[in-house]
C-alpha cells in the first residue's frame, strides 16, 4: 500500500495466479471476508479506514486467503465505514443468501440493523454474524447423477503419476475434484494446481482439507459449466477426466465448445472418453481434431473407456 503505516502495509501481499470471487465456494468467500475485517479492524487500530471493502482486493496463495488491495487507507474521524455498503453487498449478502439463513434474511433490512453502531461494534457484530452462518446443503452433485468416482480410479492414478513425473508441469489445471487426489498428485510432483468443479460443495470439501496444509499450492474454484473458466494464464499440462461426459449430461455443452475451451486453458490435455455419453469414440476424436494432434490413447482396463493425452500442434 503506498502510504500505509509500515505495520499495515505489511498487510498486503502480491499472487501469481488471480481467482474471482464469483468462483469462490462459500467458505472461500467467508474466509476473505474475515480478512477483510480484520484488515479493517488492524487499521482502525491505528486511527485509520480502508478507502474499499471489494472483494476483489483479495486473493488465495493456495488455500491462504491474502489482502492485496492498494489503495492508500485514510485517518479515521469517527463514525461509520464508508466501505461498510459494500463490504455489506459483496460479503454479507452474498453469504447470507448461499446459507440456511436466506429465506429469514431476505424479509430483513440488513443495512438498518448495523445502524448507530461504533465501527468497532460494527466490525465485531459482522464477524460474528458471518461465522456463525452455515452453507445450504442441496448442491449439484444431488441434482445429477454422477458415475462412481471410483470406476478406474486405480489405473488413472498411474497414468496421471507418470504423465505428471514424464512432461514435469509447472501449472497444472484439473477439471473436475471429486477427491482432489489428481490435484494433489500434480502438487506432489511440484506443480501449482488449480482445480475447477461445477459444484461448490466439492469445492468448499477440497478447500477445507487443503486450508489446514501449511504451503499448499492447490487452489480449488467454482466452475461455470455454461461459460468455462475465467481467463487466466495457459496451464501446461490440463487434467480432465469424465469432465466431457459430465458437462454433457449437466448442461449439454457440446463437444466441440468443450475441445475448443480446454484448449484456451492449456496445450497438453488429458481426457477421458465415456461410451455413456452418447457419442461414438471417433465422435469424440473428431471434436478434438481441429485444437489437438492426438499423443495417446489408453484403454482403461474392464471398462470400455479411453484416456486421451491431446498435445496443441
Not at 500505509?4 to 465456494?25: C, D, K
Not at 466490525?123 to 458471518?130: A, D, E, H
Not at 441434482?143 to 504423465?163: M, Q
Not at 484456451?264 to 452418447?278: D, N, T, Y
Request: proline letters at 7%; charged letters at 20%.
Amino acid at each position: 500500500m503506498i502510504g500505509a503505516p509500515p505495520s499495515l502495509a505489511a498487510a498486503q501481499e502480491t499472487v501469481t495466479l488471480i481467482s474471482y470471487p464469483f468462483e469462490w465456494s462459500f467458505e472461500q468467500l467467508r474466509d476473505a471476508a474475515l480478512l477483510i475485517l480484520d484488515t479493517q479492524q488492524h487499521a482502525l487500530a491505528l486511527g485509520m479506514t480502508l478507502a474499499s471493502a471489494s472483494a476483489y482486493q483479495v486473493q488465495f496463495r493456495g488455500c491462504r486467503p491474502v489482502f492485496t488491495g492498494e489503495q492508500s487507507p485514510e485517518d479515521h474521524h469517527g463514525g461509520p465505514w464508508a466501505a461498510g455498503p459494500e463490504f455489506i453487498r459483496q460479503f454479507l449478502e452474498p453469504l447470507i443468501e448461499r446459507s440456511t439463513f436466506a429465506s429469514i434474511a431476505r424479509r430483513l433490512p440488513l443495512a438498518a440493523l448495523f445502524k448507530g453502531l461504533s465501527l468497532d461494534a460494527w466490525l465485531k457484530l459482522q464477524r460474528r454474524i458471518i461465522t456463525a452462518l452455515r452453507p445450504r446443503t442441496a448442491t449439484l452433485g444431488e441434482a445429477i447423477v454422477r458415475e462412481d468416482p471410483c470406476l478406474g480410479d486405480g489405473f488413472k492414478r498411474i497414468v496421471v503419476s507418470e504423465l505428471l513425473h514424464h512432461r514435469r508441469p509447472l501449472l497444472v489445471y484439473d477439471l473436475g475434484i471429486h477427491t482432489g487426489e489428481f490435484a494433489r498428485l500434480a502438487v506432489a510432483s511440484g506443480a501449482a494446481c488449480v482445480s475447477f468443479d461445477p459444484d461448490p460443495a466439492f469445492v468448499d470439501a477440497a478447500y477445507k482439507q487443503e486450508r489446514a496444509v501449511r504451503g499448499s499450492r492447490l487452489l480449488p474454484l467454482v466452475l461455470d459449466t455454461a461459460s468455462g473458466p475465467a481467463a487466466r494464464p495457459e496451464a501446461d499440462l490440463v487434467i480432465a477426466l469424465a469432465l466431457c461426459h459430465h458437462l454433457h449430461l449437466m448442461s449439454g455443452t457440446l463437444l466441440p465448445r468443450q475441445a475448443s475451451f480446454l484448449r484456451r486453458l492449456g496445450r497438453a490435455v488429458l481426457v477421458e472418453f465415456c461410451p455413456s455419453s452418447g457419442y461414438s469414440l471417433d465422435e469424440f476424436l473428431s471434436a478434438f481434431r481441429p485444437y489437438f494432434n492426438l499423443r495417446r490413447l489408453i484403454e482403461v482396463p474392464a471398462t470400455n473407456r479411453r484416456l486421451c493425452l491431446f498435445e496443441a500442434p
